[in-house]
């Protein structure tokens, strides 16, 4: 896995079942890291083998684009860990800034000044800096995390909208028109 759906249909057909509920399914750990494999074996009992191959295909996606530690870090910082939800993430991870290895406000100053072409604090000055207060200039404008393997910020789009959980708002406006 991943695989295509086809081929989990027919490996279905070949044992007689009409779908995954009348299969024991046991999944071998072959190639992922262990945090990998416990949430797919956790979204294979819970939901279905289906929505696990269409996670380790969001996976995959992400490992070739160099991006899977900033999915991780993004499912962290939106807390939501069933597929539907790690692949509307990874779908909108571009909407996501990540610092590795950045766990305080200190350092994610830092890490926003260092990212900026625009922005240069000299050896001399850079103790008066104050990377604390820029920091959370810039999480006053938008959502922030510290998370187990860096920061992650979310700008321009709420985490409700990338999730799709205000369709339920939308419609209400809507149904008066």
């Known amino acids: 896995m991943p695989t295509h759906e086809l081929a989990i249909n027919k490996a279905l057909k070949r044992l007689g079942a009409t779908n995954t509920d009348e299969c024991s399914i046991k999944l071998e750990d072959k190639e ?14 819970s939901e279905n083998l289906y929505a696990a191959n269409n996670v380790l295909r969001a996976v995959e996606r992400a490992e070739k684009n ?10 962290n910082f939106a807390d939501r860990y069933d597929s539907a939800s790690i692949i509307k993430l ?15 406000k200190e350092g ?17 000055i850079e103790e008066f800096f ?5 920091a959370e ?15 992650v910020l979310l700008e321009g789009l709420t985490l409700a909208e990338i999730l799709g959980e205000d369709n339920q708002s939308e419609e209400m406006t809507m149904g008066g028109m």
């Open 32 to 45: 992922t890291d262990n945090l990998w494999f416990e949430r797919i074996q956790d979204i294979t009992a």
């Open 66 to 75: 160099n991006e899977l530690d900033k999915l991780e870090a993004v499912i």
């Open 90 to 104: 990874e779908d909108n991870i571009d909407n996501f800034r990540y610092f590795d290895n950045v766990y305080d």
């Open 108 to 124: 994610l100053g830092r890490a926003l000044i260092d990212e900026n072409d625009a922005y240069y604090i000299d050896e001399d």
């Open 130 to 134: 104050m990377f604390e207060q820029y």
């Open 137 to 151: 200039s810039v999480m006053d404008e938008c959502d922030c995390k510290f998370c187990d393997n860096g920061a």
